[in-house]
C-alpha cells in the first residue's frame, strides 16, 4: 500500500477548528505555528507537531509560521535554527513566515512596563530558591514576597534599571502579580522577566534581561496573528497563564491554546538532555546516528519524508498520553520502499562459489528488473561469471529440517539465473568453509529443469563484477521499550544495535549510488547510501529497516 493513499483521519483538533470555522470565529481564518527552542536538534516527537500544525493550516487554506524561541540564548545556537529549518523543509513543508521570539523583545519589555503600571507586575530580589519555596505545595498554598507591596513607581525604577544592566545576574527578577493561593500553581506570581548577561545569536549584547517562556509565548502568538496555538499536554495547566497574559494586556488578537498528547515512541527517549548525553559520552557517532529518533538520524538512516508524515497521521492526535509501538514507525518505511524502492542483490558475508564447468574468462549478462511489480521503473545489468559470490548462510553442511537453500549434493537456483549443484566444499585448516565448487545446468536459465524440483532461490553477485562495500546494519538503540523505566536509562541501550560488516559484494549498479538512495538488497532489508561516509569506489550502506519486524513477540 502507498504510504500516500491513507485517508486523512479526523481528531479532536480538526473538529475544533472545523467549528470555529462555521461559527467564523475567527473571521475564517486559521493561522497556527511551529514555535522550537533553538537548543538541539528536532526528534520525532517535534515531526508530530509540525506536521500537526503545517497540515491544519494547509487543510483550511490557512498559514503556518516557523518561530524561534530564542529566549534562552545560553543553550541556543545559529548551527539549530539552520538544523531545524532544513528538517521541516526535508518533511516537505513551507512557513508563512519564519519568525524569533527575540524579533518582539522591545515590545515584549513595553508590554511588561504596561503590566507593571496596572499593578499587575512587580520586581522582586528574592532568590531563585527563596522564591521556589515560597511557590508552597499543590496542598499548600504560597507565601507573598515582601517586595510584592512595592509602589508601581518603584517597580518601573528597577525593571527601568534591571534593563539598564544596573544589577547583578539574579539580584531582580520581574513577576506576575495574579495569586498566591491559586490551586494552579503556574498562577503564584510566576517570574516573567530575569536578567541574564549572555550574548544573544541575534540581539548581540543589546539586552541583558531575558523574558521566560510562559510570558513570551502567549504574546509571541497574539503579535502574529495566530488562532489556534497547539502545544503538548504538559502545557494544560499552563493555559490560565496564557490567557492572564492576554487579557491583562488587552491584545487584538487572543489565540486559543490547545493541547493535544505528546508522542511516546518506544525503544526510545525524547529528552534532549538524555539524547545529548548518548551523543557526549558516544554511545552514538552523533545527533545524526541513524539510531538515534532525531529527524536528522531518520533522514540518514533511510527514512523518507512520506513515511513520517504517514506516521504521524496514523498514530493520530488524542488528549490522552499513551505509548505507541517502534514497529508502527518501522511499518510505514517498509510500507514505503517496498513499494518505491528499487531491488539489488548484495552479498553481505561472502562465499566464494567456483563454477567449474562454466568456461574461464566468459561472462553473461542479464537485465533484471529493478521492481518486481512495477515494470516502469525498468532493469539493470548483472553480469555472470565463473566466480561468484553467495550468503555464508544459503549454505549449509548440516543442514536443519526445511532448509530449501544449498547444501552439498544439493541444488539451487540462482536469482534470476541459472541452476547450481553444489559438487563440494573446500574447507581451510581451521575446518571453516571458504568455497564451495559446484556446475550449472545450461538449459535452466529463466526455465526450470527437466524432471526435478528446485525449491530454494539465492540472491548472488559475479566476483568479477561485483565491488566491496561497507554495510552498517543499524538495529533499535534500547532492548527494553521504556528506557526510562529502567534505574539509568543508559542501562537499557542494546549491545548489538550496530554491526558493522566491512567484505560485503554488492552489484557494479551500486557503486555509484548518490548519498541518500535507497534500495531492497533483496532477501535481506531496506538500505540506504550513508549520506556522510560513502564515497564514489567506497561504498557506505546503513540499514534502514529489516524486510520483517524482528521484534514483534
Known amino acids: 500500500m502507498s504510504t500516500t493513499e491513507n485517508p486523512v483521519q479526523s481528531n479532536f483538533i480538526r473538529q475544533i477548528v472545523a467549528a470555529d470555522l462555521a461559527s467564523n470565529k475567527h473571521n475564517g481564518k486559521v493561522a497556527t505555528r511551529f514555535p522550537p527552542e533553538p537548543n538541539g536538534f528536532l526528534h520525532i516527537g517535534h515531526a508530530k507537531s509540525i506536521c500537526l500544525n503545517f497540515t491544519i493550516a494547509e487543510e483550511n487554506n490557512g498559514t503556518c509560521n516557523l518561530r524561534f524561541d530564542d529566549t534562552n540564548p545560553e543553550k541556543e545556537s545559529v548551527e539549530f535554527m539552520e538544523a531545524i529549518e532544513r528538517d521541516v523543509h526535508w518533511l516537505g513543508f513551507q512557513w508563512a513566515g519564519k519568525y524569533h521570539a527575540s524579533d518582539y523583545f522591545e515590545q515584549l519589555y513595553q508590554y511588561a512596563i504596561q503590566l507593571i503600571k496596572s499593578g499587575d507586575a512587580y520586581v522582586d530580589s528574592s532568590s531563585a530558591e527563596q522564591i521556589r519555596l515560597d511557590r508552597g505545595t499543590l496542598t499548600e498554598p504560597g507565601r507573598e514576597s515582601p517586595d510584592r507591596k512595592r509602589s508601581i513607581e518603584e517597580n518601573l525604577d528597577l525593571f527601568q534599571r534591571m534593563r539598564d544592566g544596573e544589577f547583578a545576574d539574579g539580584h531582580y527578577v520581574l513577576r506576575a502579580k495574579i495569586d498566591m493561593a491559586s490551586p494552579n500553581i503556574n498562577m503564584r506570581d510566576p517570574t516573567i522577566y530575569r536578567i541574564r548577561r549572555v550574548h544573544h545569536q541575534r540581539t548581540g549584547d543589546d539586552w541583558c534581561i531575558y523574558p521566560m517562556y510562559d510570558y513570551t509565548h502567549c504574546i509571541s502568538d497574539a503579535i502574529e496573528g495566530i488562532t489556534h496555538s497547539l502545544c503538548t499536554l504538559e502545557f494544560e495547566d499552563h493555559r490560565p497563564l496564557y490567557d492572564w497574559v492576554l487579557d491583562k494586556l ?49 533522514r ?113 537456483r540462482l536469482r534470476g539465473s541459472y541452476v547450481i549443484k553444489c559438487e563440494r566444499m573446500i574447507k581451510d585448516e581451521s575446518g571453516n568453509i571458504i568455497e564451495l565448487r559446484c556446475s550449472y545446468d545450461p538449459d535452466t536459465l529463466g526455465k526450470n529443469p527437466e524432471g526435478r524440483k528446485v525449491k530454494g532461490v539465492i540472491h548472488w553477485v559475479s566476483a568479477e563484477h561485483s565491488v566491496p562495500a561497507e554495510v552498517r546494519l543499524y538495529d533499535r538503540l534500547f532492548k527494553a521499550p521504556n528506557p526510562d523505566a529502567e534505574a539509568h536509562f543508559l542501562d537499557a541501550l542494546n549491545p548489538d544495535s550496530l554491526e558493522v560488516l566491512t567484505d560485503c559484494r554488492i552489484e557494479a549498479s551500486l557503486a555509484d549510488a548518490e548519498p541518500q538512495s535507497r534500495f531492497q538488497f533483496e532477501r535481506t532489508g531496506y538500505f540506504c547510501v550513508d549520506s556522510i561516509d560513502s564515497k564514489p569506489g567506497k561504498p557506505v550502506f546503513n540499514r534502514t529497516v529489516t524486510l520483517r519486524d524482528t521484534w514483534a513477540r
Open 250 to 298: 488587552q491584545t487584538p488578537c487572543h489565540p486559543q491554546q490547545i493541547e493535544f498528547a505528546r508522542l511516546q515512541l518506544e525503544y526510545a527517549v525524547m529528552s534532549k538532555r538524555k539524547l545529548n548525553q548518548l551523543v557526549i559520552e558516544k554511545h552514538v557517532s552523533g545527533w545524526d546516528d541513524p539510531r538515534m529518533p532525531t529527524i536528522a538520524g531518520l
Open 300 to 412: 540518514r538512516a533511510g527514512y523518507t519524508p512520506a513515511s513520517i508524515r504517514d506516521f504521524c497521521e496514523r498514530i493520530g492526535v488524542t488528549k490522552k498520553d499513551s505509548w505507541i509501538k517502534m514497529g508502527v514507525l518501522e511499518s510505514c518505511i517498509r510500507e514505503d520502499l517496498n513499494e518505491n524502492a528499487p531491488r539489488r542483490m548484495a552479498v553481505l558475508n561472502p562465499l566464494r562459489v567456483v563454477i567449474e564447468n562454466y568456461a574461464d574468462g566468459a561472462t553473461e549478462d542479464y537485465q533484471i528488473a529493478n521492481h518486481p511489480q512495477k515494470p516502469e521503473m525498468g532493469a539493470r545489468k548483472v553480469s555472470f561469471g565463473k566466480v561468484l559470490y553467495i550468503e555464508q548462510d544459503d549454505f549449509a553442511e548440516v543442514p536443519p529440517k526445511k532448509f530449501k537453500r544449498l547444501v552439498e549434493g544439493g541444488e539451487v
